[in-house]
């Protein structure tokens, strides 16, 4: 359990199935270290939609494999920056 009791809803995770699928990375490679484009891209995707449906960066970035607020919101940030 997350120290904010974070309950994982299954929209939740359909939306990274989802996003995964479409740019085909696997959620191992999403959660992981990888830098490769495709899964930052697919990174991107997924904060946003996350982000729009209200979840806060802690939240978001517990999901995509225990990242950092900060990097959370240097995500969104080129999801505007690209349109």
Not at 27 to 49: F, M, P, W
Request: charged letters at 30%; proline letters at 0%; a positive charge.
């Amino acid at each position: 359990m997350f120290n904010s009791g974070i309950i994982i809803a299954m929209k939740d995770l359909d939306i990274i199935k989802k996003v995964c699928e479409d740019h085909g990375v696997s959620i191992y490679e999403l959660c992981g270290t990888g830098r490769r484009q495709k899964i930052i891209d697919a990174r991107v995707d997924i904060s946003h939609q996350l982000r729009k449906m209200g979840l806060s960066h802690q939240e978001i970035g517990f999901l995509l494999g225990g990242r950092d607020r900060a990097t959370i919101m240097n995500l969104l940030k080129k999801k505007l920056s690209t349109g």
